[in-house]
């Protein structure tokens, strides 16, 4: 088979980019992507011209609006993210038989054993990018390595836009002088004990020994060293086509209170399941992917033993997720619920279905039918007022 190829697509700002792709008189315009214009409201993503201006993700509104007159804000728009994604998810079926996307811009895909097919992995990134280029008008920063480590870091050191190759058995040297603060995982804290230290690339990190590392960034360090020398053995995740369902949460402003919290989540199951009941789907895994103010995310998951399919089924399971995912008392930023492990529903109820089941997925029916012809918020269940202050 040869040496791996994993190729990384990387697309900066991925909501301001999209907003961007469909409207083309926002081209060349400093724009943020926010929930709300008041209060402690926050920038949730940025065009390249916006970040020009010195405006970053996670700024407060107020403060970015000062820094630019005529500043364009626009709130979030979910359906747009998750057809741009199965558009990307289709371009990456066509060149890689293992891909995976992050929906927020970041792709990966095993691109090993197709030279015969495409060329060296060189062309075939870039026969990737005119593809998507083709499709959607966006131009994503692409880089190709042994690993999906360094192909990141490349995408990193080159990005908003280009494709750069690192060739097998030169990860460290390509890493070596690149800035510290593009190696995964160099969160606030480990770059406040980086800066104290002294060390601003990453070869300084790989040069140092495994006692060194330890006493430096505690147990975290030997990994940090290895990463640092560009080894990585993780895989592409499997997505052969694989069907799912995202529905996000960006809060107007970091938020600690469970009640607006569980209410964000009801919403977030509310408008997911409408979208998979319509496709005649159940679900048999919920994820949730919970984006702390500092930047740190946790991801956790449930395999259920039976099949999801009524909101108050799925809300149920997505807060026993998020009580596992939330265990840091720190304000939080925005919550993914991911429907996954999607089977279709012939809805023959089993001959044991116990009678307040079927009465729930009777009323569920029902539900869904007056949602459909007048609109989700027509009726919902009460807890989801709590979630009103979030966009989605």
């Avoid at 991911?338 to 023959?348: K, N, P, S």
């Amino acid at each position: 088979m040869g040496e791996m190829a994993i190729a990384h697509l990387n697309i900066v700002g991925f909501k301001a980019v999209v907003a961007v792709a469909n409207d083309s008189t926002l081209r060349g315009r400093p724009l943020v992507i926010a929930g709300a214009s008041g209060g402690r409201a926050l920038a949730l993503d940025c065009s390249r011209e916006a970040v020009q201006e010195g405006i970053m993700p996670g700024m407060a509104l107020a403060v970015a609006k000062r820094m630019v007159k005529g500043l364009i804000v626009l709130p979030p728009d979910l359906p747009a993210y998750e057809k741009m994604n199965r558009e990307l998810d289709r371009v990456a079926a066509i060149y890689a038989p293992v891909w995976e996307n992050d929906s927020a811009g970041n792709l990966y895909l095993d691109i090993t054993g197709t030279t015969r097919i495409f060329g060296p992995p060189s062309d075939c990134s870039s026969r990737i990018l005119t593809e998507i280029f083709g499709h959607t008008e966006i131009r994503p920063a692409a880089a190709v390595a042994s690993n999906k480590l360094v192909s990141k870091v490349a995408t990193r050191a080159i990005r908003p836009t280009g494709l750069i190759q690192v060739n097998a058995g030169a990860e460290a040297e390509f890493l070596s002088h690149q800035d510290i603060r593009l190696l995964p995982g160099m969160g606030p804290g480990l770059l406040r004990t980086v800066a104290a230290t002294g060390i601003r690339e990453i070869g300084e990190v790989a040069s140092l020994s495994v006692s060194e590392a330890l006493s430096i960034f505690g147990k975290k360090g030997p990994l940090l060293r290895s990463m640092a020398q560009g080894i990585d053995g993780s895989r592409v995740e499997e997505q052969k086509g694989e069907r799912r369902i995202t529905q996000q949460a960006d809060f107007n402003e970091d938020i600690i209170e469970e009640t607006a919290i569980r209410g964000a989540i009801e919403t977030l199951a509310e408008h997911g399941g409408l979208q998979m009941r319509n496709e005649k789907l159940g679900m048999r895994k919920v994820q949730i992917a919970v984006k702390y103010s500092d930047g740190i995310e946790i991801k956790e998951f449930e395999k259920t033993k039976g099949i999801l399919v009524t909101d108050s089924e799925i809300s149920a399971a997505a807060f026993r997720v998020y009580q596992k995912a939330a265990k840091r008392r720190i304000r939080i930023r925005s919550i993914e619920l991911c429907f996954e492990d999607l089977v279709h529903l012939g809805f023959q109820p089993d001959l044991f279905e116990p009678e307040t089941e079927s009465k729930n997925r009777k009323l569920q029916e029902a539900i869904d039918k007056i949602q459909n012809r007048y609109g989700i918020t027509k009726i919902s269940r009460g807890l989801v007022l709590a979630g009103a202050g979030y966009a989605n």
